[in-house]
Every structure is written in C-alpha cells, then in structure tokens.
C-alpha cells in the first residue's frame, strides 16, 4: 500500500469514528471546490465563532451563480461544510441559492459531529452574506446607472 492511500485510509478512519459521514469525508478529502475565482463579481469571507474563516468567490451571469469556489482556514466540518455549500450552490438562480439553508444542506453532506454544526451554519452564513452583498452592489449599480439626477 502506497504512503498516501495510507495516509487517506488512516485519515478516513479517525473521521470517520469522530462521527463524520462517509459523504463529509470525501468533500473534506476531494476539496473539489476550493479555491478564488479570478474576476469574480463577489467575494466575501466571514470568521466563524471558533476562528474558522471561509472565503467565497462567486461569479454570476444572468442572475445565476456560474461559478463557485471557497477557500477554508479550518477544520475537516469547516471544508466539508464549505464544498458542500458550493456543490450546491453552483448554477442555481440567485433566489434559488438564497434558500439554501441546513436541512438541504445536511441532505447532501449527511452527518457532521455534533460539535461541528458551527461549521455547516459558517459555510451557509458565507454563502448568504455574499448574495446579500452582490444585492447590495446590484442595486446600488442600478441607481447610479440610471440617471437620476436630484
């Protein structure tokens, strides 16, 4: 067995008797998802209570996310949770991800450690501020852009 398959199996088991499920592990494993966009038309990172710290890249066309990415300073819940809310997210309407809340969440991701929770609501938080910012800049773009004038 080679040093890396080792590394995962030996990984896989210490997660996996923590109380994490089989589906968290591979998010947390396969980092699918991790990363910053370049030219992304949101960005947004927020600390979670314990310090975790998650930073979200969105870009968007005609109102759907077209692509996401997360970077995550944080523990096996916070990646997992963080890829998870990507692998949702991505190409749904910006209505449609808004709702995305952690009774979807945990349908896709299954089961964190009791103790973790945090995490999945930190990746969730990241997600909402974000479209609450791109709203915000949305909006504001639309006043300035339409000519009114005082």
Do not use: W
Request: net charge negative.
């Amino acid at each position: 067995m080679n040093e890396k398959r080792k590394n995962n199996d030996d990984v896989y088991r210490m997660l996996s008797e923590s109380g994490y499920s089989d589906k968290a592990i591979e998010y947390f494993q396969a980092r699918e998802n991790i990363g910053v966009l370049e030219d992304a038309e949101q960005i947004t990172d927020l600390i979670g209570p314990c310090g975790d710290t998650m930073k979200i890249s969105l870009n968007i066309k005609d109102d759907r996310i077209d692509d996401a990415k997360i970077q995550v300073l944080g523990c096996p819940g916070a990646v997992a949770s963080g890829c998870a809310v990507v692998k949702l997210a991505k190409g749904k309407s910006l209505e449609d991800a808004s709702k995305i809340d952690m009774e979807l969440l945990y349908k896709d991701i299954e089961k964190l450690p009791d103790k973790k929770i945090h995490c999945a609501r930190l990746a969730l938080k990241t997600l909402q501020k974000a479209l609450e910012e791109y709203e915000q800049k949305s909006q504001q773009k639309a006043l300035n852009g339409s000519g009114v004038s005082n």
